[in-house]
T-cell receptor
């Protein structure tokens, strides 16, 4: 069965600093990987996805993530944090190991941006 | 397309009352998902449908919870009777295929007093 681990329930950075949100997954078959963002009082929306093309995936709002098979990781980065990036971020993995491609979500990481 | 539509956005009810949450998925999406989000348990998948048929309801917490999808453009999640521990934000999401990205609605914030 697939699983997702997001290290750190909260990450705090200063405006302009590098953002790094960690995601590790377990999957016995090649997965699809996703990052979603949730702003306060809203639903989740897709930031970016990996579907076996380029290992470095670029998303919206300057975010990108790199698929590293050897490390089973899909960490999310942004070179320079902005106040508007403060939100909850969810990593999700989808594979066929359970007989379907229904995704499993991580517990989420709250990004706090200080001025 | 207007995206996934959920109603009501907020619901406050008393313990023991019946609660019905509604969802209209994006047209053409074959999969519909119901999630519950709480601080304690995070985002939990309750049930999902494929082409209006319930596929996996193993996440439904109790028999008090039920979900239906009478047609491709409408689904309901019902709680009867409601309890204070059901207080949460309930999301509906839809996707073209199981492995594709999901499109989430704005959620229904349920408070059971």
């Amino acid at each position: 069965a697939q699983s997702v681990t997001q290290l750190g329930s909260h990450v705090s950075v200063s405006e302009g600093a590098l953002v790094l949100l960690r995601c590790n997954y377990s999957s016995s078959v090649p997965p699809y990987l996703f990052w979603y963002v949730q702003y306060p009082n809203q639903g989740l929306q897709l930031l970016l996805k990996y579907t076996s093309a380029a290992t470095l995936v670029k998303g919206i709002n300057g975010f990108e993530a790199e698929f590293k098979k050897s490390e089973t990781s899909f960490h999310l980065t942004k070179p320079s944090a902005h106040m508007s990036d403060a939100a909850e971020y969810f990593c999700a993995v989808s594979d066929a190991s359970g007989g379907s491609y229904i995704p499993t979500f991580g517990r989420g990481t709250s990004l706090i941006v200080h001025p | 397309d207007a995206g996934v539509i959920q109603s009501p956005r907020h619901e406050v009810t008393e313990m023991g009352q019946e609660v019905t949450l509604r969802c209209k998925p994006i047209s053409g999406h074959d999969y519909l998902f119901w999630y519950r989000q709480t601080m304690m348990r995070g985002l939990e998948l309750l049930i999902y449908f494929n082409n209006n048929v319930p596929i996996d309801d193993s996440g439904m917490p109790e028999d008090r919870f039920s979900a239906k999808m009478p047609n491709a453009s409408f689904s309901t999640l019902k709680i009867q009777p409601s309890e204070p521990r059901d207080s949460a934000v309930y999301f509906c999401a839809s996707s073209w295929r199981a492995g594709n990205e999901q499109f989430f609605g704005p959620g229904t914030r349920l408070t059971v007093l």
